[in-house]
C-alpha cells in the first residue's frame, strides 16, 4: 500500500475575498482550478489574529493561551521595553518536533517561529522564516544546499529598506524575486526528496497598499502569469 503524504501551501495574509477578486481576473489559474475541483471555507482565525500566533496555532495545535506566542515581540521587565519572540517562548511541541519522535520525513519551508530550533532535525529539511537574525544559519541540515542548489539564492526575507522607503514597485519586484526563488527551491525538494508531510509557506511582505493598487502593480509588472 502506498503510503500517505500531506502537502500544505501555506499563504500568509490572503484572505478569500482578494484571492475571489484576483482570480477573477485571470490571476491565479492554478489555485483557481484547485479551488474548483476542491471544498473551500474560511477558517477563524487566532486571538490576536497576527502571522506569529496564528501559524504558532497551526504548527502545534492550541491556541496562544497554550503556545505561549502572541506576536513577534513581547514586553522584557517594562511594557516599553520589547524583545524578539521565537521558537524558544513557544511551550508545546512543533510539528516537525513531532515527526521526529515517529521517525517521519518531512520538509518545512519558512514556517514562522520555527527558528532556532529545538532539536537537529534527523528525518527532514527545513529553512526557518523571518524571525530568523541576520547573518545566522537558517538552512537545516546545513549540507542539504549542497543538494540542492537553488538554496545558494535562498533568502528569509526581501529587502525591508523599500517599505520604509515607500518603494512599493521595487517592494513588489523583490518580494517576487524571493518567493520565486523559495518556490523554486520547494519544486525541487517536493520532487527529489521522500517525505511525508511538506510546508511551505509563502510570506506576505507589509504593503500596506490597497487592493486596487496591488491588483494595478500586478498587472503592470506582469507578475501573474
Known amino acids: 500500500m502506498e503510503k500517505g503524504r500531506v502537502f500544505i501551501l501555506g499563504?500568509?495574509?490572503?484572505?478569500?475575498?482578494?484571492m475571489n477578486m484576483l482570480m477573477k481576473r485571470g490571476i491565479f489559474k492554478n489555485l483557481r482550478k484547485i479551488?474548483?475541483?476542491s471544498y473551500m471555507s474560511t477558517l477563524r482565525s487566532?486571538?490576536?489574529?497576527?502571522?506569529?500566533?496564528?501559524?504558532?496555532?497551526?504548527?502545534?495545535g492550541t491556541t496562544p493561551g497554550r503556545h505561549g506566542v502572541f506576536a513577534f515581540v513581547e514586553p522584557f521587565k517594562s511594557l516599553l521595553n520589547l524583545r524578539p519572540v521565537n521558537a524558544r517562548n513557544i511551550r508545546v511541541p512543533m510539528i516537525h518536533e513531532i515527526l521526529e519522535v515517529f521517525n517521519l520525513?518531512?520538509?518545512i519551508l519558512n514556517l514562522p517561529m520555527s527558528y532556532p530550533l529545538r532539536i537537529k532535525?534527523?528525518?527532514?529539511?527545513?529553512?526557518?522564516?523571518?524571525?530568523t537574525p541576520p547573518n545566522k544559519e537558517f538552512i537545516f541540515p546545513k549540507d542539504i544546499s549542497l543538494r540542492f542548489k537553488g538554496f545558494k539564492e535562498y533568502k528569509v526575507i526581501g529587502?525591508?529598506?523599500f517599505i520604509r522607503e515607500r518603494k512599493y514597485k521595487d517592494l513588489v519586484k523583490d518580494t517576487t524575486y524571493t518567493e520565486k526563488t523559495r518556490l523554486e527551491v520547494a519544486y525541487d525538494i517536493f520532487n527529489?526528496?521522500?517525505?511525508?508531510?511538506?510546508f511551505v509557506l509563502v510570506l506576505k511582505e507589509k504593503l500596506n497598499l490597497s487592493y486596487r493598487r496591488i491588483v494595478k502593480?500586478?498587472?503592470?509588472?506582469?507578475?501573474?502569469?
Do not use: C, Q
Open 159 to 161: 529587502n525591508l529598506r
Open 217 to 225: 502593480l500586478i498587472k503592470d509588472l506582469g507578475i501573474h502569469r
Open 105 to 107: 520525513k518531512y520538509v
Open 11 to 18: 499563504l500568509d495574509g490572503m484572505s478569500w475575498p482578494l
Open 192 to 198: 527529489e526528496y521522500d517525505w511525508t508531510l511538506f
Open 46 to 60: 487566532t486571538v490576536p489574529p497576527f502571522t506569529a500566533p496564528a501559524w504558532t496555532s497551526f504548527s502545534t
Open 121 to 131: 532535525p534527523k528525518n527532514g529539511i527545513i529553512a526557518t522564516s523571518i524571525e
Open 35 to 37: 479551488r474548483e475541483k
